[in-house]
């Protein structure tokens, strides 16, 4: 059975609320939406929301001191980033993020799950997990881009 494409604006903005009750405020966790009306990918909205979690989590976790987090819904209305300002993750590291119980180097508390949980959640999907260390234009940080081959044209639901 293939899913139909779903917008995903209300799920964004769900989890996005839910942190900024838990404190990380618009001060910590800055949402930029470039000019998308509608942000689709081929996954349920529970799905949608375990991975926005997950990734923001990380992000905020592992980003240094109080500094911010960006979460970027690009124009194409199929991708969408959060970008962290902690340090760099050495290359040869970085795909390995992605299985269970393996962390970069961080002096933050986990397990080393998120990342893997991510990749499970989108496994069958038509959505690829890219990991930038540094974040893309940047000296520093992390990145997470999470990137739809679907097409804004195609069937979809809202």
Not at 22 to 28: E, S
Not at 127 to 147: C, H, M, Q, W, Y
Request: proline share 6%; charged share 20%; with cysteine.
């Amino acid at each position: 059975m293939r899913l139909s494409l779903r917008c995903h604006l209300p799920v964004i903005k769900l989890v996005l609320d839910e942190f900024y009750e838990m404190g990380a405020g618009p001060q910590r966790l800055h949402f930029q939406c470039q000019g998308a009306q509608r942000f689709m990918m081929r996954l349920d909205p529970d799905g949608m929301g375990i991975l926005l979690r997950n990734v923001i989590e990380n992000a905020l976790k592992h980003s240094p001191g109080a500094s911010g987090v960006d979460v970027v819904l690009k124009s194409d209305v199929t991708e969408i980033c959060v970008i962290n300002k902690g340090a760099v993750v050495p290359p040869a590291d970085i795909e390995s993020l992605k299985t269970r119980f393996v962390q970069g180097p961080t002096k933050a508390s986990g397990a080393g799950l998120g990342l893997a949980i991510v990749e499970a959640v989108t496994q069958g999907s038509d959505i690829a997990v890219e990991l930038n260390s540094p974040a893309t234009g940047r000296v520093d940080g992390f990145e997470v881009r999470l990137k739809s081959q679907a097409h804004s044209g195609d069937d979809w639901r809202p």
